[in-house]
C-alpha cells in the first residue's frame, strides 16, 4: 500500500516570502500522479497543482511549483510571493495510475500554513 | 456551473443511529468518490462509484454503505453510528474513472457529530 507523510504539522510564513511545503511518498509503481491540495476554512479541497510521475519536468502554476524528485520519492511544493489567501491546510496526495486505483487519493495528513502580514 | 454539491452541511447523531449523506457531482462528471476526514488528520477514501457500480472501496466496515443513482448523484449511508464515526466527509467528482485525465473536484462536505 502506498503512504504519503508530510513532516511539517504547521509552517509559517512572511507576505511576499516564500515558503517551501515537504512531502514523501512511499510506492512500489513506477506509473502514478501526485497532488497538492489546499483546504481553507470553508473545508473545501481546492487543486492547487498536479505532477505525473512520467515528466521530469517540474509542474508550476502561476506562484505555485513543485520540486518532483522520483528516485528519493520527493514531491515539494513551493509558493512564492507568499498571500494572505494562501493561508489553510496544505495536503499532499497520491494517485495510483492502475485501472483498478481508478479515483482513491491517499492523502498525507497535511501542513498547516500561516502566513503573517 | 454548479460545482460539487453536499447535503446536509452539518448534521447532529446519536450513537446507533443511520445517517445518509447526499452528493450531486458537477454536470457530466460519472464518477463520485467519497472520503472521511476525521479532525486533524487527511482524507480517508471509502468508496468509488463509477457509473452507477462500485468501483473502489477502501478500508471501512460494511456500517458505511453507498449508491449512486442514474444521473450519477450519490448517497452515503453509515449505520449503527459510533462516536469514532464523527468526521468531515468529503464527496468528490470527476469525468472519468482513473487515469491521466482524471482530476477530482470536491464538495465542501457535510460535518456529522455523534453524540
Known amino acids: 500500500a502506498q503512504t504519503v507523510t508530510q513532516s511539517q504539522p504547521e509552517m509559517s510564513v512572511q507576505e511576499a516570502e516564500t515558503v517551501t511545503l515537504s512531502c514523501t511518498y512511499d510506492?512500489?509503481?513506477?506509473?502514478?500522479?501526485l497532488f497538492w491540495y489546499k483546504q481553507p476554512p470553508s473545508r473545501q479541497m481546492i487543486l492547487v497543482i498536479r505532477q505525473e510521475a512520467y515528466k521530469q519536468q517540474n509542474a508550476t502554476e502561476n506562484r505555485f511549483s513543485v520540486n518532483f524528485q522520483k528516485a528519493a520519492k520527493s514531491f515539494s511544493l513551493k509558493i512564492s510571493d507568499s498571500q494572505l489567501g494562501d493561508a489553510a491546510m496544505y495536503f499532499c496526495?497520491?494517485?495510483?495510475?492502475?485501472?483498478?486505483?481508478?479515483?482513491?487519493?491517499?492523502f498525507g495528513e497535511g501542513t498547516q500554513l500561516t502566513v503573517n502580514p | 456551473d454548479a460545482g460539487v454539491t453536499q447535503s446536509p452541511t452539518h448534521l447532529i447523531k446519536t450513537r446507533g443511529q443511520q445517517v445518509t449523506l447526499r452528493c450531486s457531482p458537477i454536470s457530466g462528471h460519472k464518477s463520485v468518490s467519497w472520503y472521511q476526514q476525521v479532525l486533524g488528520q487527511g482524507p480517508q477514501f471509502i468508496f468509488q462509484?463509477?457509473?452507477?457500480?462500485?468501483?473502489g472501496r477502501g478500508n471501512f466496515p460494511d456500517r458505511f454503505s453507498a449508491r449512486q443513482f442514474p444521473n450519477y448523484s450519490s448517497e452515503l449511508n453509515v449505520n449503527a453510528l459510533l462516536l469514532g464515526d464523527s468526521a468531515l466527509y468529503l464527496c468528490a467528482s470527476s469525468l472519468v474513472r482513473g487515469g491521466g485525465k482524471n482530476i477530482q473536484y470536491f464538495g465542501a462536505g457535510t460535518r456529522l457529530s455523534v453524540l
Open positions: 510506492t512500489s509503481e513506477s506509473d502514478y500522479y
Open positions: 496526495a497520491y494517485r495510483s495510475d492502475k485501472e483498478t486505483s481508478g479515483s482513491r487519493l491517499t
Open positions: 462509484y463509477y457509473e452507477k457500480e462500485e468501483r
